[in-house]
């Protein structure tokens, strides 16, 4: 049997508890948690005692820190790990994430982004039969990609596991504004809201269409982004055209000619659960149409990503979302952001929008606290969570 892989953490926050060392921790017969750097010295013990984290010499490391944290952090830790797994997006800036990816490529470091939903047992199925289905032409050609991307609870109500203890973490140097952005601030809001949430229905775009694109269209809203591949198939995301509270509802559809998949992700912090998929063919003739729905297992997509990690650590696989993958998600974002600025009422969107986005923070508080303690109050959860103007959860 190869020998375990030695992963380190740096943090013991939010998403470093709930989604990164618990996955870890349950791939236990492949990995060992060998070192946790958190500066926060009580929430370090309880952690390590938790997880039964040591600390000796690793041979991958998570640094599940705030984005606007990696500007700083990052070229430290290249030169002295050769597998490096931090959460997304990359940074705040286009510009800034070029540089990292630079300076991970010539330490030789193989930098991972946090893109769960391709871990996501439902979207590995996905892609697998939209690339079979490609190859064969059995269906026809692929015709449309459309993304429908919710602002829902993506915790899973998963906050109860969360060790707090209150303390504070010391001041960390932030990503600088990018001067294009930095005297404006409503988009400067819309930039840290889209590489905080609309990285994840732009990567997987890419990912299904296995192609880059272009921004063909931009709706004042925000709601509506039209796109088209390389090799000229259209392509849609709708940004939160309704709100929720305590549900998670996102949906892919692949089409081709004479048939579809469908997938619904699992919310990020879902626990021993992947997402769901739909498989429709149609391919005419005397052929009698079938829809299936895939029985897949019981395995969430923190826990598939932290898997995917230990391969690219022993060498077997590539990351699937890289630093220089991730920092073109970083450049449409910026291009999104300029569009709806430029646009006749952008910037009254703009603000409409952030508006609409601070209700519904403090009415999913309300809802993830009255989920946690039964009561309608979430003075404690405000303490301790990021507005949506922050943009980070880590």
């Known amino acids: 049997m190869a020998a375990k892989v030695r992963i380190g953490f740096v943090g013991a926050g939010f998403m470093g508890q709930l989604a990164h060392i618990r996955s870890y921790a349950l791939l236990h017969q492949e990995c060992e948690l060998v070192a946790l750097a958190e500066p926060r010295q009580r929430t370090a013990e309880l952690v390590a005692g938790r997880y039964g984290i040591g600390r000796v010499y690793r041979d991958g490391i998570v640094a599940a820190q705030p984005y606007r944290h990696h500007a700083s952090l990052l070229p430290e830790l290249y030169p002295h790990v050769p597998h490096l797994f931090t959460e997304k997006p990359l940074a705040l800036a286009a510009e800034t994430g070029d540089r990292l990816a630079q300076l991970a490529r010539e330490a030789g470091c193989v930098h991972m982004l946090g893109y769960q939903r391709r871990s996501d047992p439902a979207t590995r199925e996905a892609k697998r039969t939209v690339d079979a289905w490609k190859a064969s032409g059995e269906l026809g050609a692929l015709r449309y990609l459309r ?24 001041p960390v140097p932030a990503e600088a504004e990018p001067p294009e952005f930095a005297d404006d ?32 269209f931009v709706h004042v809203s925000g709601r509506l982004l039209v796109f088209e591949s390389e090799s000229g198939i259209p392509a849609t995301i709708e940004v939160t055209p309704y709100r929720l509270s305590v549900e998670f509802d996102e949906e892919i559809l692949v089409a081709f000619e004479r048939g579809y998949v469908r997938l619904r992700p699992a919310p990020s912090l879902a626990v021993n659960r992947s997402g769901t998929l739909e498989l429709h063919r149609d391919p005419g003739g005397d052929a009698t149409p079938e829809r299936i729905f895939p029985e897949l297992p019981w395995i969430d997509p923190q826990r598939a990503q932290a898997a995917d990690f230990l391969r690219v ?81 880590k």
Not at 147 to 170: F, K, M
Not at 199 to 209: A, G, I, T
Not at 335 to 363: C, F, M, N, P, Q
């Open 185 to 216: 601030d409503e988009a400067l809001w819309a930039l840290a809201e889209g590489v905080d949430k609309l990285v994840h229905p732009l990567n997987l775009l890419r990912h299904f269409l296995a192609e880059r694109y272009r921004v063909v």
């Open 147 to 170: 993304i429908c991307y919710s602002d829902g609870d993506w915790t899973g109500n998963a906050r109860a596991a969360l060790i707090d203890v209150g303390e504070q973490p010391p």
């Open 313 to 393: 650590c022993r060498g077997e696989a590539a990351p699937p979302t890289d630093a220089a993958e991730a920092a073109e998600d970083l450049h449409l974002v910026a291009e999104i952001v300029r569009a709806r600025v430029e646009h006749a009422g952008g910037r009254e969107a703009l603000r409409s929008e952030r508006d609409e986005a601070t209700r519904a923070w403090e009415e999913r508080l309300r809802a993830m606290d009255y989920a946690r303690t039964g009561s309608g109050s979430s003075t404690a959860l405000r303490a301790t969570s990021d507005s949506p103007v922050a943009g980070s959860k």
